[in-house]
Nanobody, 121 residues
Framework: QVQLVESGGGLVQPGGSLRLSCAAS????????MGWYRQFPGKQRELVAA???????DYTDSVKGRFTISRDNAKNTVYLQINSLNAEDTAIYYC???????????????WGQGTQVTVSS
């Protein structure tokens, strides 16, 4: 069984920063892409940032220059550094991982439980 456990969300003032973490645990053979999504109330989940196993990154336009995704492959952990937060960043942030649990196994997608980020003064 694979689990993704997120941490680091919370309440922050406009202009502030947060660092989200997501650790994958369980029977894992290889983690390919990892990413962060967010979901606004009443909206569909959207991709915020993604990182490949080799470290290539991709960001949605609205967060470029403010968000930084990184990963520690030895710890099966992905991070999201969020700077210059504004009210429009208020959402539930979800971690995502595409991984296989054994040699030759199908790559499957897993999600964390979500962590609330609220930006308010």
């Amino acid at each position: 069984q694979v689990q993704l456990v997120e941490s680091g969300g919370g309440l922050v003032q406009p202009g502030g920063s947060l660092r989200l973490s997501c650790a994958a645990s369980g029977i894992i053979f290889n983690i390919y892409a990892m990413g962060w999504y967010r979901q606004f109330p009443g909206k569909q989940r959207e991709l915020v940032a993604a990182i490949s196993s080799g470290g290539s990154t991709d960001y949605t336009d609205s967060v470029k220059g403010r968000f930084t995704i990184s990963r520690d492959n030895a710890k099966n952990t992905v991070y999201l550094q969020i700077n210059s937060l504004n009210a429009e960043d208020t959402a539930i942030y979800y971690c995502n991982a595409k991984l296989s649990t054994s040699w030759g196994a199908t790559v499957q997608e897993y999600w964390g439980q979500g962590t609330q980020v609220t930006v308010s003064s």
